[in-house]
Structure formats: structure tokens, C-alpha cells
């Protein structure tokens, strides 16, 4: 067989896009997958808006979709951390990251690949629930701002592919994922996505705040021009500031760490 | 000219060591089988040799290539059949091959040309998703896989493991039309008859360790070969029957009082049987069974380690 010729960075590019193109092929022989992973986000909004929505106090002269849709984008991005889990623990598991580790293509390509397809499964997540926004009445004030507001909302997505790549190669269990799926809800609850910081007890409102998703929702909600929840801590005030140190304090730790764990699966 | 090179092999985990120092030598255009039980260190070997595990002392070469500083070389020369069928299950064959070819660096034409190829010569022109096919068709997917780059060296780690006995012979098949066109082939079994059928040479591999090796002819000689097994229908005569095997055998035989058992290993197996029958008939022993059959593993096993650990 002639193989092609090409620098590592070339081929590092090029094996990555093949990897990834494999997600692709799935969507394609199981597109119903996609659109579930579409549709599920979509429901939770309107429960939530619709059933909860009257319950909720919201900010004076807001409604509740306005308030909760950037909640819900940015928890899409949290959902995104078990999807990525689930997808590199199969692999590890079932033998095909043996296989991959075993062929004379780039190593890097593997990460490489699953954070392309996870991406592009985001963009498309994030462009079905835009729509649903708009369809029940949310608006963003600017393009300007939407776009802003949609790429903090990928960077908190791209912080953690690199999560979910070192839970799902420290695991190398699909079954380890449950755990990991059942803390997102807390994790989501535990933030300003769907009600106010300052309504929870002192304590539980500080963490809240602090929470990684609290910066990037209430960025996108500044963002979005969409009324928001305040707050006077510090955290609080400077929300787009931290939408941006918290994807990249989180994507340099998880980085290092499963690119790490990738190299020494064969000590 | 050597394929499969290995000294001294080890890999320790803490202070256990799966692999305690093994030599393999597995020339060019053989198959090697290492035989052995669950965790005896086969796929740890493996493992090393196809770059996925580091040994933890030693050297091992695999077309020539060192697996620790070349192991890019090795992971062109090589395919690796894993005990676990490494496909993607959505994918259907023929995506899984033309990717596989894609990340071996072919073309995309080279690579669908590949792929079909693969598809025709190991039967797995089914349409649907790798999840729709048989445990059988999976394997032979997942060797073909292991085949793009038409390697010089393909390892199989317990290729037959859990398949019924027609997708087994399916894999020998395919194994042996790999080798008659020149691959070497190192494979792991569990089972014995698997190595008999398919290696030219067999290691036999207990506790990281090779405790025997040589061809299988020369490993049954030396385990005493085939053994006779006689059930007796009265256990009043068992000691008797002892005897009368044991005159025929070319060791000892053992008996089993609970199962009314005696068994022997034999050399010249038809002459022995013949005996055996005549002489229980003219003593008037009523055998309700007699049978010639091969050693069981546990039986190698036994016969190995009770013998001083063989070649070590």
C-alpha cells in the first residue's frame, strides 16, 4: 500500500477532521439521534417556561423566557460535558482508542477529532434552541451582542470538551457517565440560570455565583441585552470579564491533564 | 529473518509483574501462538509489541523496528486484531474501513478501493451498520481493519474467544489465507486445539512466564500427547482396568473413584486403543466408555508446572 506523505501538523489537522467526520457519519446513518440531542433541550425550555415560568419571580419588566433562555443556552453547554464523557469512555472501552493508538496516525488527532464533532453537535444544539427562543418570544437586542454572546457560550462548551475527555479516559466506563449526568442538574440549579442568587440562603447564593455557568449566563444575558439578576459581589459585576477567565482557567487544567492521561495510557 | 523479536520482556504493575522476562522468536511468514490462561500476561505481550504498553524492562523488535524508540515504524508494519472487537458499530463495514484507511494514510480513492476489496475477500458485503452483523462477520470486519496497510506482522489477541464454532472456523480460514499470502501472525488462544490448528510454533505462556515452547507436535510428545479415558461400569474392577491401561499407556494412569475414570496418556494412540479394548474385554470389564482425546489446558498446565517449569 503507498500511504500519503505530509508534516505531523498537516497530518495532527488532517487525521483530527477524519476523527471528527466519523461523528458526522453517525449523525448521518442515525439522524434521529441528532434529533433528539436537538429536541431534548428544546423540551426542557418549554417545561420550564411554561410550567415553572409563573411560579418564578423575575426581574421587574422581564418575562420569563427572556430571562431563562440564556440560562437554558448556557446549560446546554454544561449538558455537553457528558456527551463528550460518553463518547470518549465508549471508545476507550470498546477498544477503538486501542485501535487508533495502535495505527500510524497522529495521537493528537484523537482529542483533536472528538473536540471538532463535539463542537460542531454544539453549534447545532445552540442553533435549534436559538430558534425555539425566538419562536416563544425571546430577543437579543444586538447581532453584535448575540454573536458575543454565542461565542462565551461555545468557549464555556470548548472548557469542557477537555472535562469530559479526562472524565472519560480516567473512567473508561460509558456506566461512570450516570454520575456525571446526575450532578449537571445540581450543578445547573446551583447558578443564576433559572432563578435569582439572592433569593437561595447566603451561602448557597455565594456558590452559585461563583459557579462558572452563573459568569457565562449572566454574560450572555448582558450580552443578549436581556434583563438580568444584578447582584453586587464582585463576581457578579464582572460577568463577561469572567465568562472568559473561567473556559480558559478551565481549559488549560483539563488540557494538561487529559493530554497527559492520553500519553500515559501505556504506562 | 525474525518478525517478532522479544528479550527479556517485562511489565510490572507496583511490585506484581504480569510479564516476568519473556523471549519470543517468531520468524518471518510463521504464527506463533502463545498459549496460556486468563491473565498468564498474553495480552500484556501483545500490548508491547504493538506500542499500546510500555515494557517495564527488556527490548522487543517488531519488523525490525525497536517498539519503544520506533514505535511509529512498528505501527506501520503492524495490524492489531484486540480481544474486543474495535469497530465502530454505527458505521457500516464499509465506512468503517475507508476510515480506518483514511487514518492510514491512503488516499481517498486508494482508501475505497481498499475498502472494497477487504469487503469481497472477507465476505462482509452486508449493508447495514456494524451493529447489525453476526459476532462472526464483526471479527472478520475487525481483521480486515487490522489488514489495509496489508501489514507484514498481524497480531490477534484470542481472535475465537466467545464465537460459535462456525464463525471459529470462519477466522482459522481467514487467518490461513493470510499467512499462505506471507503474514507473520502472532496470536494469543486460551485454547489449545485453536494453537494446534493454526501455529507453527507455540509458546505457552503461565504467571508472565514462558513455561514451554516448540512446535505443537513437539509440545504434545512432550506433555505424553493424547490420553485414553476409560469409564468403568463397576467400581470394583477400577484398580484392575488401572492396569490395563497403565500396560498400554506411556505414563502413568490416573483414577477417579467418584467417576469410576481411568485415564493414561498414550503415545501410539490406535495401537493403544486396540489394546486396551482387547485386554478389558478378556478380563470381562464392562467399559461404559472409552475415549482417545487431546490433553485439556489444565492438563498442559498441570504437566508443565508439575515437570520444574519446563523451559525456565
Known amino acids: 500500500m503507498t500511504t500519503l506523505e505530509g508534516s505531523r501538523l498537516t497530518w495532527a489537522l488532517a487525521d483530527g477532521w477524519t476523527v471528527a467526520r466519523r461523528d458526522l457519519i453517525h449523525w448521518a446513518n442515525q439522524p434521529m439521534t441528532v434529533v433528539f440531542g436537538v429536541v431534548f433541550p428544546v423540551m426542557i425550555t418549554l417545561a420550564f417556561g411554561y410550567l415553572f415560568g409563573g411560579a418564578v419571580e423575575v426581574p421587574a419588566g422581564a418575562d420569563y423566557f427572556t430571562f431563562l433562555m440564556p440560562g437554558m443556552y448556557g446549560m446546554t453547554m454544561l449538558f455537553g460535558l457528558s456527551a463528550t464523557m460518553?463518547?470518549?469512555?465508549?471508545?476507550?472501552?470498546?477498544?477503538?482508542?486501542?485501535?487508533?493508538?495502535?495505527?500510524?496516525?497522529?495521537?493528537?488527532?484523537?482529542?483533536?477529532?472528538?473536540?471538532?464533532?463535539?463542537?460542531?453537535?454544539?453549534?447545532?444544539?445552540?442553533?435549534?434552541?436559538?430558534?425555539?427562543?425566538?419562536?416563544?418570544?425571546?430577543?437579543?437586542?444586538?447581532?453584535?451582542?448575540?454573536?458575543?454572546?454565542?461565542?462565551?457560550?461555545?468557549?464555556?462548551?470548548?472548557?469542557?470538551?477537555?472535562?469530559?475527555?479526562?472524565?472519560?479516559?480516567?473512567?473508561?466506563?460509558?456506566?461512570?457517565?450516570?454520575?456525571?449526568?446526575?450532578?449537571?442538574?445540581?450543578?445547573?440549579?446551583?447558578?443564576?440560570?433559572?432563578?435569582?442568587?439572592?433569593?437561595?440562603?447566603?451561602?448557597?447564593?455565594?456558590?452559585?455565583?461563583?459557579?462558572?455557568?452563573?459568569?457565562?449566563?449572566?454574560?450572555?444575558?448582558?450580552?443578549f441585552g436581556n434583563q438580568g439578576w444584578g447582584g453586587d459581589s464582585w463576581v457578579a459585576q464582572h460577568a463577561v470579564l469572567m465568562a472568559v477567565v473561567w473556559p480558559l482557567v478551565i481549559t488549560v487544567v483539563f488540557f494538561v491533564l487529559s493530554v497527559r492521561l492520553y500519553q500515559r495510557l501505556d504506562r | 529473518m525474525t518478525a517478532v523479536l522479544a528479550r527479556d520482556l517485562r511489565k510490572t504493575y507496583g511490585d506484581k509483574a504480569a510479564l516476568d522476562g519473556i523471549d519470543l522468536d517468531v520468524g518471518r511468514g510463521t504464527v506463533c501462538g502463545l498459549l496460556g490462561p486468563n491473565g498468564a500476561g498474553k495480552t500484556t505481550a501483545v500490548r508491547i509489541l504493538t506500542t499500546l504498553l510500555r515494557p517495564s524492562g527488556g527490548r522487543a523488535e517488531v519488523a525490525g523496528f525497536d517498539v519503544t524508540s520506533q514505535p511509529r515504524q512498528v505501527r506501520r508494519s503492524i495490524g492489531l486484531v484486540g480481544q474486543q472487537t474495535a469497530v465502530d458499530e454505527v458505521l457500516t463495514g464499509r465506512q468503517n474501513l475507508e476510515l480506518f484507511g483514511r487514518l492510514y494514510h491512503l488516499g481517498a480513492a486508494a482508501a475505497r478501493a481498499r475498502a472494497e476489496e477487504l469487503l469481497e475477500r472477507f465476505g462482509l458485503e452486508h449493508q447495514g451498520p456494524a451493529k447489525e452483523y453476526s459476532g462472526g462477520m464483526r471479527r472478520r470486519l475487525d481483521l480486515a481493519a487490522g489488514m489495509i496497510l496489508a501489514p507484514p506482522v498481524l497480531f490477534l489477541d484470542e481472535p475465537t474467544t466467545g464465537l460459535d464454532p462456525r464463525s471459529r472456523a470462519e477466522i482459522w480460514r481467514a487467518v490461513r489465507d493470510l499467512v499462505a499470502g506471507g503474514t507473520t501472525v502472532l496470536l494469543t488462544t486460551q485454547y489449545l486445539e485453536e494453537a494446534d490448528q493454526l501455529a507453527d510454533r507455540i509458546s505457552v505462556i503461565d504467571a508472565g512466564r514462558v513455561v514451554a515452547e516448540g512446535t505443537p507436535d513437539a509440545l504434545k510428545a512432550k506433555l505424553g500427547g493424547d490420553r485414553l479415558d476409560v469409564v468403568v461400569h463397576d467400581p470394583a474392577r477400577l484398580a484392575e482396568a488401572a492396569g490395563i491401561v497403565g500396560g498400554a499407556a506411556s505414563g502413568p494412569a490416573e483414577v477417579d473413584r467418584d467417576t469410576r475414570h481411568v485415564s493414561a496418556p498414550v503415545s501410539e494412540r490406535v495401537q493403544a486403543l486396540t489394546e486396551v479394548l482387547a485386554a478389558l474385554a478378556a478380563a470381562g470389564i464392562e467399559a461404559e466408555d472409552v475415549a482417545l482425546r487431546r490433553p485439556t489446558l489444565d492438563e498442559v498446565f498441570l504437566n508443565l508446572t508439575n515437570a520444574g517449569g519446563g523451559a525456565r
Do not use: H
Open chain 1, 86 to 223: 460518553i463518547a470518549v469512555a465508549t471508545d476507550a472501552s470498546k477498544g477503538v482508542t486501542d485501535r487508533f493508538r495502535s495505527m500510524p496516525m497522529a495521537p493528537s488527532a484523537v482529542l483533536i477529532g472528538r473536540a471538532i464533532a463535539d463542537l460542531l453537535n454544539s453549534v447545532l444544539v445552540l442553533a435549534g434552541l436559538l430558534a425555539c427562543g425566538l419562536a416563544v418570544g425571546w430577543r437579543p437586542a444586538t447581532l453584535q451582542g448575540a454573536l458575543g454572546a454565542v461565542a462565551l457560550l461555545l468557549l464555556l462548551r470548548f472548557s469542557l470538551l477537555w472535562a469530559g475527555m479526562y472524565l472519560g479516559l480516567l473512567t473508561k466506563d460509558p456506566g461512570a457517565v450516570v454520575a456525571v449526568q446526575t450532578l449537571e442538574f445540581p450543578i445547573g440549579f446551583l447558578s443564576n440560570a433559572f432563578v435569582a442568587p439572592g433569593t437561595m440562603p447566603g451561602w448557597l447564593g455565594a456558590i452559585s455565583e461563583w459557579n462558572p455557568l452563573s459568569s457565562t449566563v449572566a454574560a450572555a444575558r448582558e450580552l
